[in-house]
Every structure is written in C-alpha cells, then in structure tokens.
C-alpha cells in the first residue's frame, strides 16, 4: 500500500527551535530583529524569517546599532560579544541553547583549573564552528581544538588535561580520541588522571542517528531532504543510505521524481538538522499530488 510518513523526529533540534521561536516571537512583536549570525542553514528558513523582518549581522557590526534590539543564536557567543552589545547599548536577546549554556560555563571552570596546574584545556570541535568559537573565548581564548583523531598527537600529555567535545560531534569518533590518548598515556608511562574527559556532546544529536537508523528500516524508499553543502547533512544522508539503499538526497519538492510516486511502496521522509519541517511536508505534499496523477 502507497504510504508517506515525514519522519516525527527530524527538523532542527531543540536549541535551533527555540531560537526561532524567539526570534518569531520577537518580530511578531517589532518586525526588527538583528541577529549575529545565521540562526540556521537553510535558505528557504532563512529568506523566511527575513521576510518577517530578521537582519543577519557579524559580531563587528553591532557597534553601530546602538539601543537595538540583538539576538544570540543557539550556537552562543563569546564574552567579548556580549561586551560589545553592553559597550553599544544594545538590548541582547539571548537564544544561546541551555546545553551549550552549560558547556561554557564548564569550559571556563575547566580552564581555570587547567591555568592553576599548568594544563590543558582540549576541545574536540572545528575550529572555525561558531559554537567552538564561542566556547574558545569562555577559555581566554587559550583552549587548544582538535579537529579529529589524527590530531591527538598534538596534545602535550605531560601536562594535565581536560577534554571536551563540540556538542555536535560524532561520538564514536570521540571515544577513539579518548582511547587514542589514553593509549599514549600509557605508552609513555603516564598516570591516567592527568587526562579528565567530559561527556558534553549532545544527547539529542546522538540519539538522532538511532532513531533515523530505525525510521530508514521501517520504510522501502527513502527521501532525504537537506543541503548538499551541509556536513550534517552528508553524514546523515550516509547514515540513511547505509541501512536502507533505496534512499535519495534532495534539497527541493522540485525535485521529488514521479517514478518515486509510482510503486506501492512506504515512503519515509526525513532531513538534514538544518530542513524545517515544513519543507518536509512540503515536500510530502508534492510526492502525494504526483501520485494522484498517476
Ligand atoms: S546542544 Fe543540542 S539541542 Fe542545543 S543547539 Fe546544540 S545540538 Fe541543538
């Protein structure tokens, strides 16, 4: 039987919600918001807000908007920002998710007591990441950021160190940095409590790659909907494509195929961290107008 499911656990996570709530709540109100940084990836979202009245503008561009009104995404902002808001007069709205919040705060608790015993503070993260930016400044800017395994060399073990993830990375991956470390610790002849690891990747994020493993099982052909750009977005499209290979990667209802429409097959809808789901049904709507024709 012809079947179409959007799958009830995509679209943006909690963080990524609530900023937009915020941000809706907020133009509903005065139809200007400014915004440091894109609350999300994704066009179509974006040209929405946009529409209602939201201005994406850099950390330097807030000097020259005294007394207005500035939002924070969910990715947060370093101390500094929020001294140029203060410096410029402006009123913040905070859309800095709670998770991340919480990982600031550890951050600088960690670095200061890294400072004090002449350790390391480490963050498993991309470099150029706003969150990771953000958290970079919690440590004075002094944190050193891994970026993968292959960099766990570059960790001085003979000094204390703390390790932290980006909420959003993979947690296999850090669990291999870890064993990485520690492997070398061991080689080296180094008491394992010079090395204190944090769990501070996101449970939502991690939990996602369950629940779109079993979604991808429970379905015979699979539409995935995100950017072709997005990191997160290949990484859960492989993950799709990996448990159920009927699978297929598309950014627009434009391009929903008409062949998809034609068999009787249940069809899973599902997307990026970064597809609305909105564009979702959209594009459950364009699937299901198609097969009407038929
Ligand atoms: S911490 Fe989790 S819920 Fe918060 S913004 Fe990051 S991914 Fe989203």
């Given at each position: 039987m012809f079947r179409i499911v959007v799958d009830p656990d995509a679209g943006p996570c909690m963080g990524v919600k609530r900023a937009i709530e915020m941000a809706e709540t907020e133009l509903a109100r005065s139809n200007q918001l400014y915004c440091v940084g894109e609350i999300l990836h994704n066009t179509r979202e974006m040209d929405r807000l946009v529409s209602l009245g939201l201005?994406?503008?850099?950390?330097?561009?807030?000097?020259?908007?005294?007394?207005?009104?500035?939002?924070?995404?969910?990715?947060?902002?370093p101390p500094e920002t929020y001294q140029k808001a203060r410096h410029a007069g402006a009123e913040i709205l905070d859309a800095t998710c709670p998770v991340v919040t919480q990982l600031q705060l550890l951050v600088r608790k960690s670095w200061l007591e890294m400072k004090k015993v002449n350790g390391t503070a480490v963050i498993f993260g991309k470099p150029d990441h706003p969150e990771v930016i953000s958290l970079l400044g919690f440590a004075d800017g002094k944190a050193q950021v891994i970026n993968g395994i292959n960099e766990a060399g570059l960790?001085?073990?003979?000094?204390?160190?703390?390790?932290?993830?980006?909420?959003?990375?993979?947690?296999?991956?850090?669990?291999?940095?870890?064993?990485?470390?520690?492997?070398?610790?061991?080689?080296?002849?180094?008491?394992?409590?010079?090395?204190?690891?944090?769990?501070?990747?996101?449970?939502?994020?991690?939990?996602?790659?369950?629940?779109?493993?079993?979604?991808?099982?429970?379905?015979?052909?699979?539409?995935?909907?995100?950017?072709?750009?997005?990191?997160?977005?290949?990484?859960?499209?492989?993950?799709?494509?990996?448990?159920?290979?009927?699978?297929?990667?598309?950014?627009?209802?434009?391009?929903?195929?008409?062949?998809?429409?034609?068999?009787?097959?249940?069809?899973?809808?599902?997307?990026?961290?970064?597809?609305?789901?909105?564009?979702l049904n959209e594009v459950a709507a364009t699937l299901q107008n198609m097969r009407q024709c038929i």
């Amino acid at each position: 039987m012809f079947r179409i499911v959007v799958d009830p656990d995509a679209g943006p996570c909690m963080g990524v919600k609530r900023a937009i709530e915020m941000a809706e709540t907020e133009l509903a109100r005065s139809n200007q918001l400014y915004c440091v940084g894109e609350i999300l990836h994704n066009t179509r979202e974006m040209d929405r807000l946009v529409s209602l009245g939201l201005q994406t503008i850099t950390p330097s561009g807030i000097g020259s908007l005294p007394g207005e009104r500035i939002m924070f995404r969910s990715h947060g902002e370093p101390p500094e920002t929020y001294q140029k808001a203060r410096h410029a007069g402006a009123e913040i709205l905070d859309a800095t998710c709670p998770v991340v919040t919480q990982l600031q705060l550890l951050v600088r608790k960690s670095w200061l007591e890294m400072k004090k015993v002449n350790g390391t503070a480490v963050i498993f993260g991309k470099p150029d990441h706003p969150e990771v930016i953000s958290l970079l400044g919690f440590a004075d800017g002094k944190a050193q950021v891994i970026n993968g395994i292959n960099e766990a060399g570059l960790i001085d073990i003979n000094r204390p160190v703390v390790l932290l993830s980006q909420t959003t990375m993979n947690r296999k991956e850090y669990h291999s940095l870890v064993k990485k470390i520690r492997h070398r610790m061991i080689s080296c002849s180094i008491h394992a409590d010079n090395l204190r690891v944090h769990d501070t990747i996101c449970k939502k994020v991690s939990a996602r790659e369950k629940g779109l493993k079993d979604f991808c099982r429970k379905h015979d052909l699979i539409i995935f909907v995100g950017g072709k750009h997005s990191s997160n977005s290949r990484y859960l499209f492989g993950t799709c494509h990996q448990v159920n290979r009927n699978s297929h990667w598309i950014e627009e209802p434009g391009e929903v195929e008409s062949s998809w429409a034609a068999n009787n097959s249940k069809t899973g809808i599902t997307g990026g961290n970064s597809t609305p789901i909105w564009i979702l049904n959209e594009v459950a709507a364009t699937l299901q107008n198609m097969r009407q024709c038929i």
